[in-house]
């Protein structure tokens, strides 16, 4: 098999794809983002790095911060997230707050935006930075000590956050924030506001695809907490269109508003896929088309 040879075909083939959807304006600064870019990026988990397009363009990676932000609470703190939010999918778009108050302030998964304001609150508690915590293990592992938060985006979100602001009130409401809402809000968009390329973050996410094994050969997560956030991921990564990612791609995945999704082949690789235009459920039309095209062509998908 020859993997350029197939991300080059793919890229190719996405390309009249990134003018379908619309990229991400309730974050005014995303908006400024021109939607004909698209890269690719493929980190096999024995080290071989393959990118076509704008693999190495940095973009807002958002909501793929809640992967980091997870694995790093259940790495400090394996089991007692879960009593805090659920593991379910919630089959409601990424920003909804409709279940929130009929589940009694637990999220429905560490995903939609109320779960992932419990996990960065869990991460705050523990580390005292959970923005700094993210960037740390980002920047460990995709080797870059450029990795950096995007000042400008985290203040443009932070201007137009009354969403995210009136459900961290909800869950204090409910006792589930252990530390005040505007510091829990502060470290949150400045992890979502954290600014990496394909290449990047095909490298940082690979210890999914290693069973939990870090850049430098050292666990960072058991097998075990390994298989349980790519579940998540497959279950709950892509919102209210989890069914249809699983249906298309059939791997676990996770999409930001940025419009990059990271999706995992367990054993095998990662792969990290960018193109700003969104469909209806926040998710990249041209990256999800291309993670489809990529399963389809290697195989490689864990159905
Ligand atoms: O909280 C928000 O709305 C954004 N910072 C992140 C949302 C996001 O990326 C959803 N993903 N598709």
Not at 26 to 33: D, F, K, M, Q
Not at 268 to 294: K, Q
């Amino acid at each position: 098999m020859d993997m350029q040879e197939i991300l080059d075909e793919i890229v190719a083939h996405v390309a009249p794809l990134c003018l379908q959807g619309e990229v991400a304006s309730y974050i005014p600064s995303l908006g400024e983002v021109s939607p004909d870019s698209f890269g690719i990026c493929v980190a096999m988990a024995d080290g071989e790095v393959f990118g076509a397009g704008d693999w190495q363009k940095p973009f807002s990676i958002q909501s793929i911060s809640k992967v980091f932000s997870l694995a790093l609470v259940m790495s400090y703190d394996y089991d007692s997230i879960w009593k805090r939010v659920f593991r379910e999918p919630s089959g409601t778009p990424f920003n909804s707050m409709v279940q929130l108050e009929a589940d009694r302030g637990i999220p429905r998964n560490p995903f939609i935006n109320a779960g992932a304001l419990v996990v960065t609150d869990r991460l705050l508690s523990i580390t005292g930075d959970a923005a700094a915590s993210v960037r740390g293990l980002l920047r460990q592992e995709s080797g870059n000590p450029e990795v950096e938060i995007d000042a400008l985006v985290a203040a443009s979100e932070a201007d137009h956050g009354h969403r995210n602001a009136s459900m961290a009130h909800l869950l204090a409401s409910y006792g589930n924030l252990e530390n005040p809402v505007d510091e829990v809000l502060d470290s949150y968009f400045k992890q979502c506001a954290l600014a990496m390329s394909c290449e990047d973050l095909a490298k940082a996410s690979r210890f999914l695809a290693r069973h939990g094994v870090a850049a430098g050969g050292t666990p960072f997560l058991s097998p075990n907490q390994s298989k349980r956030v790519n579940a998540v991921m497959l279950t709950c990564g892509t919102y209210d269109a989890a069914g249809e990612f699983a249906y298309r791609v059939g791997l676990p995945g996770k999409s930001g508003v940025g419009g990059g999704i990271v999706a995992i082949v367990p054993g095998r690789c990662s792969i990290t896929v960018w193109g700003p235009a969104l469909g209806p459920n926040g998710n990249s039309v041209a990256g999800i088309a291309a993670l489809d095209e990529f399963t389809a062509k290697t195989g490689w998908s864990i159905f």
